[in-house]
């Protein structure tokens, strides 16, 4: 309740619960821009500026719970990890200077735009090869499963290209990988947790044989691109080494398999956008760029507070859980004229925080944007009628930081 007895914007708030947000968040923005959630232990921070100047603040800021699971894990979960082995540390998301500068630094000289341009051959085939399945599921003049078809697939299919990982593998690591998201993101119950756990010490085994592998037979991918450059003098360890290849065979392809889902989504709903694009395949670039900002796949980012600290007039406790809620601040109006609108023409659209700021900035941001421009560009040109199916609206996974589609049913003319 309020002083004057109404009810507040943040009254039976879900952060889980990213079915329908954007209202709720605006509300936020204009009412309670920062507030403390009981349920969860996390202040909530939901405008632009005060999200963007906690990212800079990263000495009073810190990343270390941006991998922590929101809902604690139980014993039984905990014992499965230990008894694997799992020993996984983040691999640039939540590590702080010095370590995050000294890996990044390694990282970024292999996982970066030449190897991107190496492989865009590759992209462009892959993204065609998905929609010809894509194209020939439509043929039964039943909607299809654009999610599991096109956008859960084609990200890894990618990005295990980079890794020289075998297509064959590509399923058992995504399932890998969206248990991981799960126990990091989600709120599973402590008998969920277990197979997660189990998930977990697989995917962080197949990440050591993949080591020993790329040792003993060097390739032209960015395990062997590492291991090169430890042998060769930099400073980097077999377990930081480890937990870079372990995180970005997540965020490389599950961030990205859900922002095409959600795109797909936002363009169906702005037509005039996408006979602009049909039209025009110049303004995919930008079209992108917006559609980051409109409809992110990474709604939210996690800082704890390292000593007090003022932001927006609210005085944050040493110790403090942040929740940033960057889906909000992507759609502040003080920031973003007509924030709520799709606007492929945006001239800020870049400013948009879904790749976060400052140190933490993603890795892989040019590869994301590389594979939803030749996703777009092969799509609107091929399946100009498309749109989603007669009264489909998305249904979206629980997760406080991820808003991941479970389908896109999608339909279009001339199927046969």
Not at 14 to 20: K, R, S
Not at 197 to 225: E, T
Not at 386 to 393: I, Q, V
């Amino acid at each position: 309740m309020n002083a004057m007895g109404g009810s507040l914007p943040s009254d039976g708030y879900d952060p889980f619960d990213l079915n329908t947000p954007h209202s709720r968040w605006k509300a936020f923005r204009e009412d309670e821009p920062i507030f403390f959630h009981e349920p969860t232990g996390y202040w909530i921070v939901s405008r632009y500026d005060d999200i963007k100047a906690i990212f800079d603040d990263w000495q009073t800021f810190s990343s270390e719970n941006a991998q922590k699971p929101v809902r604690p894990m139980g014993p039984a979960a905990r014992k499965v990890l230990t008894d694997g082995g799992f020993t996984a540390y983040s691999g640039l998301t939540a590590r702080v200077p010095p370590d995050h500068t000294r890996i990044r630094k390694v990282a970024q000289s292999c996982f970066g735009p030449r190897r991107f341009k190496s492989i865009e051959p590759q992209i462009e085939t892959i993204v065609a090869r998905h929609l010809d399945m894509l194209e020939a599921a439509g043929r039964s003049g039943q909607p299809v499963n654009f999610w599991e078809i096109v956008a859960y697939p084609v990200p890894a299919h990618v990005l295990f290209t980079l890794m020289g990982i075998p297509d064959a593998d590509v399923p058992r690591i995504k399932q890998y990988g969206a248990s991981r998201g799960k126990m990091t993101w989600g709120d599973p119950s402590d008998e969920d947790q277990i197979a997660i756990a189990h998930d977990m010490v697989a995917y962080w085994k197949y990440i050591h044989d993949l080591l020993d592998l790329r040792r003993a037979n060097p390739g032209d991918d960015f395990p062997s691109d590492l291991l090169r450059l430890q042998a060769e003098g930099a400073e980097i360890t077999d377990e930081e080494i480890a937990g870079v290849l372990y995180s970005t065979l997540f965020a490389g392809h599950e961030t990205t398999s859900t922002f095409m889902g959600n795109y797909v989504v936002a363009m169906m709903d702005n037509r005039n956008a996408w006979d602009e694009i049909r039209a025009n395949p110049a303004l995919i670039a930008n079209a992108v760029e917006e559609m980051l900002r409109y409809m992110p796949s990474v709604v939210g980012w996690r800082r704890k507070a390292r000593h007090a600290k003022t932001v927006g007039g609210v005085d944050l406790p040493a110790g403090a859980e942040i929740l940033m809620i960057t889906g909000s601040a992507n759609r502040d109006e003080s920031h973003f004229p007509d924030g709520e609108t799709l606007n492929i023409h945006r001239d800020n659209a870049r400013s948009h925080l879904s790749f976060g700021y400052g140190i933490h900035y993603c890795l892989g941001f040019q590869l994301a944007k590389m594979e939803a421009q030749a996703l777009l560009r092969q799509l609107s040109q091929r399946f100009p009628t498309l749109r989603l199916a007669p009264g489909f609206r998305p249904d979206y996974h629980r997760n406080i930081g991820f808003r991941v589609p479970k389908s896109v049913l999608v339909e279009w003319d001339n199927a046969q």
